[in-house]
């Protein structure tokens, strides 16, 4: 964990960085409203200035939150708001406390047991499918993508 740039996005308090991806940076935030803590991801902002492809980055930054927040599935994140000011484009998620990706099991010497695996694999797809139904094509399912909760749920 690193220590954020960033000391506050909209009215969010931004605690610590706690993830980086393609499209953003993830902080670990807190909402004062509802008093409890938040993952707030936060667009790069070269990315979004940028004068060849910045409309549309924005544009699937926030389809992303618009999309994602259409779902209601106890395996899939939730997205309770999203925003922006300045230079900021933000989206303010469900904080799964104590999860990691599924990234840090893909070595061979930090493998799963088959049965954990078999019941990652299904409780994945039954997400999938219910966004499917939805209407939602998820476009970046990957094990930097999937959380793993402290209990071993997706």
């Not at 670990?28 to 991801?41: M, N, Q």
């Not at 922006?84 to 070595?107: C, K, N």
Request: proline share 6%; hydrophobic share 35%; net charge negative.
């Amino acid at each position: 964990m690193t220590k954020p740039t960033l000391q506050s996005v909209g009215k969010y308090e931004v605690l610590e960085e706690i993830g980086r991806g393609g499209m953003g940076t993830v902080f670990l935030g807190h909402d004062p409203f509802t008093d409890r803590d938040v993952a707030i991801k936060v667009a790069h902002p070269d990315a979004l200035l940028d004068e060849h492809s910045g409309h549309r980055y924005r544009k699937l930054f926030f389809n992303e939150a618009k999309v994602t927040g259409m779902l209601r599935h106890p395996n899939i994140v939730e997205v309770y708001d999203a925003g922006f000011e300045e230079d900021s484009w933000y989206i303010v998620m469900e904080h799964v406390e104590g999860g990691h990706t599924l990234h840090q099991v893909t070595r061979p010497e930090r493998l799963l047991p088959l049965p954990d695996l078999v019941h990652i694999i299904f409780t994945c797809a039954k997400a999938l499918e219910y966004a499917h139904r939805k209407g939602v094509i998820p476009r970046d399912i990957k094990p930097k993508n999937v959380l793993l909760t402290q209990t071993g749920e997706i």
